[in-house]
C-alpha cells in the first residue's frame, strides 16, 4: 500500500550535519503517520523520531531531542530528518516508517518500511 525508500546517508565527521529523504509513494501518503528508527550493529532497533499526519505534532527521543529534527512535506510525498551536531554513536542504518494507525511512537505499531540508509559519524 505504500513504498519507502531512504537517501542522505553518508560519512561525516563529528559535529557534521547531515539531511536525510524518505520518499513515499502509493496510498495517500497524508495519511500515515511516519517515523525516523535506526539501528547499529549489535543493538536493537531504536526509536529516533515521529510525525502526526499533517505534521503538527512529533515526538523524539529524549537523547535526540535538541540535535534531530523530523518534518514532512505531504505535497512532495517525503519525509526528512535532519541530523546535527552528529556523534559517533549516531552510526546507525535510518529507515523511515509509516503506521496504520492514527499516531504510533513504537517499533511494533510500524507497518511498512524503507530499506535504510548508512549513516556513519567519525570522530
Known amino acids: 500500500q505504500v513504498q519507502l525508500v531512504e537517501s542522505g546517508g553518508g560519512l561525516v565527521q563529528a559535529g557534521g550535519s547531515l539531511r536525510l529523504s524518505c520518499a513515499a509513494s502509493?496510498?495517500?501518503?497524508?495519511?500515515?503517520?511516519m517515523g525516523w528508527f535506526r539501528q547499529a550493529p549489535g543493538k536493537e532497533r531504536e526509536f529516533v523520531a515521529g510525525?502526526?499526519?499533517?505534521?503538527?505534532?512529533?515526538y523524539y527521543a529524549d537523547s535526540l531531542k535538541g540535535r534531530f529534527t523530523i518534518s514532512r512535506d505531504n505535497a512532495k510525498n517525503t519525509l526528512y530528518l535532519q541530523m546535527n551536531s552528529l556523534k559517533p554513536e549516531d552510526t546507525a542504518v535510518y529507515r523511515c516508517a509509516a503506521s496504520r494507525l492514527s499516531w504510533a511512537t513504537l517499533v511494533f505499531q510500524y507497518d511498512y518500511w524503507g530499506q535504510g540508509t548508512q549513516v556513519t559519524v567519525s570522530s
Open positions: 510525525i502526526t499526519r499533517n505534521g503538527g505534532n512529533t
Open positions: 502509493g496510498r495517500t501518503f497524508s495519511s500515515y503517520p
